[in-house]
């Protein structure tokens, strides 16, 4: 298992680290045996395996079940569970009393949360509770409403301004990676500079420390909204639909079941059962 200070060294040495998404079991294990650095059980598994168009609804008991399913799966390999919608904004004990059922109950090694200003506080607040966090800046999805969608952040020069003082803000309050999402690549790069934590990127070109994508974006699996900045590296949708086509059609059909796939009573429990050898 990598820890944290594996991650710093990565980044000192050039190695990226590659992050990717996983909401269960056997993708934990797929994720495992392919070399990946991070798995990452992503808010995202509100809109590709439970159905919401957003990932608000989804709650702490969620990224539990989830979490606990991709730990069985990967015991191996560093765990990080976003924390969900809402979570993490409320009073200190409340922040406190989710962020270690999460951590406890799941196994992770290490927490996501959204945000900057007050949410700095609650990095250093639970980085000083013994919990690793990585932080989430640039495009935030749980922020989407008052965003006015996913889109781009960072353009303005303002704006990168802004992005890099939380982000150094975030290394300073302890967390031990940061997540930047559809930014510029430009500026990924110059957060990447800045910071002696790796910094991780989706939707923010090649020049972050490591990448992050979402498992089913990343094989097509399922037919949802793919983002720009994905990559189809296989098309797992469509293997599923091809292999599910032709199991409907050779049922239909009387193929399937063929030989191979049955089983078959001795001859004397036929005699037995119909008073002759004839079973069939
Ligand atoms: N399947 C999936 N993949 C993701 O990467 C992902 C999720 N879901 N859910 C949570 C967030 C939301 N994310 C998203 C979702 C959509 C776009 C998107 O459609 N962006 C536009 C560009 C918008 C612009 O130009 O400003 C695009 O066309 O890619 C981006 C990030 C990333 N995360
Ligand atoms: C897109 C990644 C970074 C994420 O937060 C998620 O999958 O929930
Ligand atoms: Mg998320």
Redesign the pocket.
């Given at each position: 298992m990598k820890t944290t200070a594996d991650f710093l060294n990565m980044k000192k040495d050039g190695e990226k680290v590659v992050m990717l998404t996983a909401y269960d079991y056997p993708t934990a294990k797929f994720a495992e045996d392919s070399g990946v650095d991070v798995i990452l059980v992503?808010?995202?598994l509100?809109?590709?395996v439970l159905g919401y168009d957003?990932?608000v609804p989804v709650t702490v008991n969620d990224m539990i079940h989830h979490g606990k399913a991709v730990r069985r799966g990967a015991k191996d390999t560093f765990v990080v569970v976003d924390m969900p919608f809402g979570s993490y904004h409320g009073s200190y004990d409340r922040t406190l009393q989710d962020a270690v059922r999460i951590f406890q109950e799941t196994g992770a090694n290490a927490l996501k949360l959204e945000g900057s200003g007050e949410v700095i506080h609650v990095i250093g607040m639970l980085t000083d509770t013994g919990i690793p966090v990585v932080a989430h800046l640039g495009?935030l999805?749980q922020h989407?409403g008052v965003l006015g969608?996913?889109?781009?952040q960072g353009k303005t020069a303002e704006a990168a301004e802004q992005l890099i003082s939380d982000a150094l803000a975030a290394e300073r309050a302890g967390a031990c990676m940061v997540v930047v999402?559809?930014v510029p690549y430009q500026l990924a790069k110059k957060v990447s500079e800045a910071l002696t934590i790796p910094v991780i990127g989706?939707?923010a070109g090649a020049e972050t420390d490591g990448q992050v994508?979402?498992f089913?974006?990343t094989v097509q699996f399922g037919n949802?909204?793919?983002?720009?900045?994905?990559k189809k590296f296989s098309d797992a949708g469509r293997t599923i639909h091809d292999g599910l086509t032709a199991y409907v059609e050779e049922v239909k059909n009387g193929s399937f079941p063929a030989e191979q796939h049955r089983f078959t009573m001795k001859e004397e429990e036929l005699v037995t059962l119909y008073g002759s050898g004839k079973g069939e």
């Open positions: 992503g808010d995202s509100g809109m590709v957003s990932t495009l999805p989407a969608g996913y889109k781009v999402e559809c989706i939707g994508l979402v089913h974006d949802h909204h793919i983002p720009k900045f994905v």
